[in-house]
């Protein structure tokens, strides 16, 4: 299946970077390769700070790598013309975290989700508010509610008008960054189960980055675990739930509850994480793993492949015993 979305070697710091801005520099990526193919569902975990998001604003061309290529479609998106940015612009969108700042309280709701149909002209004026009518329909919302505001909604329907906004242009690939975690646990399996069909329906690739793995578990065909910027493990969903190879990864699941089956032992991981302007040398989680040596700390582990498409990134993987 070939890729939509493609990182290669991407790195991304924020400060440090004017004259009067003499901060330490802060790495939120540090050499991530990521790969989404049509119609795939990709989950970016990680404790917070891991830099998930970051990802996410890179691959959608919000923020410039300082290192690295991206590439949509084939192309790359690196020092694409306005109008290269604009046919891109109306095939990727994000569905944000906060459905409560993401939408504009002074204007309707309808004339929101009209904004990206006017702005790459899709449709004509006049068929503008059948479109709308269509859109809110798609996220299970009557159509009367596009004459409302923003306030009159609960957060869960304020997500619904955000999915709804995001899909006007008809987009291939779409970003949602931590879309239930500001939502009541009762919502969140709505929006996700929304999600799940909406990508099935309109075949559509998506970037899901949460911290919560019950969610990415049900909705994602591969994940990728962030630590500090870096890579830890990727592979195939199923895989790296059954049978995760990284420390890290693995205290990951072993702090999630679990409904499916039997709980798996408690990982404490020691400490708390090291700030991202001084991550340690060699493998950035060797502080907080209970299988870290001095080997550790010589050189930044590479992904190394486990089995098909499963990889991780660890020195001792295979001295790990298997859960």
Known sequence: MS?????????????????????????????????IARGEALGVVGESGSGKSTLGRVALGLLEPNAGQVRFDGASVGGASPAHWRA?????????????????????VGVQIADGLAIHDIVPAAARAAKVAELLGLVGLPPEHGDRFPHEFSGGQRQRIGIARALATGPDFLVADEP????????QAQIVGLLAKLR????????????????????CDR?????????MEEGPAARVFESPAHPYTRA????????????????????????????????VFRTRCAHATAECAAAVPALREISAGHKAACVHLERIPPL
């Open 252 to 283: 990951l699941l072993a702090a999630a509850p679990r409904l499916d089956g039997p709980r798996r032992a408690k990982l404490l991981l020691r400490g708390d994480p090291p700030s991202p302007s001084s991550p340690p040398s060699g493998c």
């Open 88 to 108: 891109l612009r109306r095939r990727m969108q994000i569905v944000f975290q906060d459905p409560f700042g993401s939408l504009d309280p002074r204007r309707r």
């Open 223 to 231: 994940v990728q675990v962030l630590y500090l910027g870096r890579t």
């Open 200 to 219: 099935a329906e309109l075949g559509l690739a998506m970037m899901f980055v949460s911290h919560d793995l019950r969610v990415v578990r049900r909705l």
């Open 180 to 187: 239930v975690s500001a939502l009541d646990v009762s919502i």
């Open 3 to 35: 890729a939509l979305v493609e990182l290669e070697g991407v790195s991304k710091s924020f400060g440090g970077e004017g004259w009067f801005d003499r901060t330490k520099p802060v790495q939120a990526l540090r050499g991530v390769d990521m790969r």
